[in-house]
Every structure is written in structure tokens, then in C-alpha cells.
């Protein structure tokens, strides 16, 4: 079963707009919210995290909101630029598990200029 | 720093061969993750190792795949005999446990089993 469940599947944005993507998950002992960016023939990379005792973190054009009592969260991406398109994937881990990240299916953003 | 090293970054084979994939995580690290990364979705985890030993294996297809660690640094995943739905990206991916929860991923195999 979908332990993290993210939408849209698919984005399309213009520059200069902002990018939303949603994230949902049900195990409250997940403890840590990390965001990969992942380009075509690459492997994932940590774009930025967050965990539950906070609402929002910022970084540059970057922003996590987090509502933990709606278990969801969500990635924001203000300025859009052409080199924001690749494939976004949120995720989950519990710490218990010595780090093992439960991932979203990922939304593939296109940002055209 | 240099990053997580994955071999081959291609391999194409028919169905009931074998095939066996290489890691080697960022120097120090002492965890080791492998995940299958079918097209379109996200990565999930097969196997995870602390140093040589096995934490969570919960996942692996066990009468196909295997997966070592000898010496807790390089690791190999096999896969005898394949199937077609094997067909993805096997991603490695390591992690210092030093306080820091990031994981580190190299660029994948991408396996196409005919």
C-alpha cells in the first residue's frame, strides 16, 4: 500500500509561476519530511525537509508547509524556471528505521518559459 | 566528496537470466539502501544494510533476488532468474549516521529484461 500519497502526477507551469505539489500520509510515526528532485538519468537528490514540530521552512525559492494535524504537506516552488523541471518526490521516515524513506509516485513538473 | 558509484548504467537481458548489479557508497558511510525504481513511480526500498549486516530485507524478493555486503563497504544485487516486470532503475543510495538523515543516491541501472 501507498504509505505517502502525492498529487498532481503531472504539472505544467509558466515561468516565473508557482509550483504545488501535494503530499498526504496516514503513519503518524513517520518523523521526517524530505523532498528529492530527481532529472532524467540521474538518481534522486534531497532538494529540502522538514519535520513535524514545524509548519514551514524556506529555502531560497523553496518552501515545505507542513499541517500535521491533516497529515499533509506540501512543496512550493516560487519564480519557476526552466531548470525546476524534473520529476519531485516526496517522502516519509521513521526514525526507528534507521532512515528508510517511504516515497510519494512523484509529479513530474514542466516549466515552460 | 565523491559521490554514490553505481555499475553498469545499462543492461539489457532476456528473460530467466541473471544479472548482478554494483555499489559503492560514499566513503565512510555505513548504511547502504537498494531501491527498484519502476517507471513512473517512486523509488522503493528492497534491501537495507548496516556496515555488512542486513536491517530490513522485508521487501526483497527473496526466491530471485539476492543482495551482500562483504566487508561493509561495496555491495552487489543479483537477480536469478529475472522476469519481465524486473524491467526498472536499481537505485543505491548510502547514508552517514552521524545525525544527518540524508540519503545519498547514485545515477541507477537502468534493467530492461526482454
Known amino acids: 500500500q501507498q504509505q505517502v500519497k502525492q498529487s498532481p502526477q503531472s504539472l505544467i507551469v509558466q515561468k516565473g509561476g508557482i509550483s504545488i505539489i501535494n503530499c498526504a500520509y496516514e503513519n503518524t510515526a513517520f518523523d521526517y519530511f524530505p523532498w528529492y528532485q530527481q532529472f532524467p538519468g540521474k538518481g534522486p537528490a534531497l532538494l529540502i525537509a522538514?519535520?513535524?514540530?514545524?509548519s514551514e521552512k524556506k529555502e531560497g525559492r523553496f518552501t515545505i508547509s507542513f499541517n500535521k494535524s491533516a497529515k499533509q504537506f506540501s512543496l512550493h516552488i516560487m519564480d519557476s524556471q526552466p531548470g525546476d523541471s524534473a520529476t519531485y518526490f516526496c517522502?516519509?521516515?521513521?526514525?526507528?528505521?534507521?532512515?528508510?524513506?517511504?516515497f510519494g509516485r512523484g509529479t513530474q513538473l514542466t516549466v515552460w518559459p | 566528496e565523491a559521490g554514490v558509484a553505481q555499475s553498469p548504467r545499462y543492461k539489457i537481458i532476456e528473460k530467466r537470466q541473471s544479472v548482478a548489479f554494483w555499489c559503492n557508497p560514499i566513503s565512510g558511510h555505513a548504511t547502504l539502501y537498494w531501491y527498484q525504481q519502476i517507471l513512473g513511480q517512486g523509488p522503493k526500498l528492497l534491501i537495507q544494510f548496516q556496515n555488512n549486516g542486513v536491517v530490513d530485507d522485508s521487501q526483497l524478493p527473496k526466491d530471485r533476488f539476492s543482495a551482500e555486503r562483504l566487508k561493509g563497504v561495496d555491495s552487489t544485487l543479483k537477480i536469478q532468474p529475472a522476469k519481465l516486470e524486473d524491467s526498472a532503475v536499481y537505485l543505491c543510495?548510502?547514508?552517514?549516521?552521524?545525525?544527518?538523515?540524508?540519503?545519498?543516491f547514485g545515477p541507477g541501472t537502468r534493467l530492461t529484461v526482454l
Open positions: 522538514i519535520r513535524p514540530d514545524v
Open positions: 543510495a548510502s547514508r552517514n549516521l552521524a545525525g544527518v538523515d540524508t540519503q545519498y
Open positions: 517522502a516519509a521516515i521513521r526514525g526507528s528505521t534507521l532512515g528508510r524513506l517511504y
